[in-house]
């Protein structure tokens, strides 16, 4: 069993950044696959990066060269570091879990069975 907990999120403007957190407790984390997912206003939920157990990210492409996926196993956070903020990334950014048995594709998971609450990111023009 893992909880999950975002945190960092906020308001900013066109071209800031922000780094999200995803602080993770239970045994297994360390043994888990990672990712973060983001769903906008009245838009389905969405994959934004993923990282497997041995460390390798991935990215969806309109996070490639702006998001940075990365994780401190030893403090069982997960992190999400956004630059080069636009509007249509604003949105509820929540991070997911995937058991041992699990694989990391294109910047996903493919059967997260965690989940947090998410952390609200806000982008003005």
């Known amino acids: 069993q893992i909880q999950l907990t975002e945190s960092g999120g906020g308001s900013v403007s066109t071209g800031g950044s922000l780094t999200l957190s995803c602080a993770a407790s239970?045994?297994?984390?360390?043994?888990?696959?990672m990712a973060w997912f983001r769903q906008g206003e009245g838009k389905a939920r969405e994959a934004v990066a993923g990282?497997?157990?041995?460390?390798?990210?991935s990215y969806k492409d309109f996070a490639k060269g702006r998001f940075t996926i990365s994780q401190d196993k030893d403090k069982n956070t997960l992190y999400l570091e956004m630059n080069s903020l636009k509007p249509e990334d604003s949105g509820m950014y929540y991070c997911a879990s995937e058991g041992p048995l699990c694989t990391v594709v294109a910047g996903t998971l493919v059967n997260p069975g965690y989940w947090g609450q998410g952390t609200q990111v806000t982008v003005s023009s």
């Open positions: 239970g045994e297994s984390y360390a043994k888990n696959c």
């Open positions: 990282i497997a157990r041995d460390g390798t990210a």
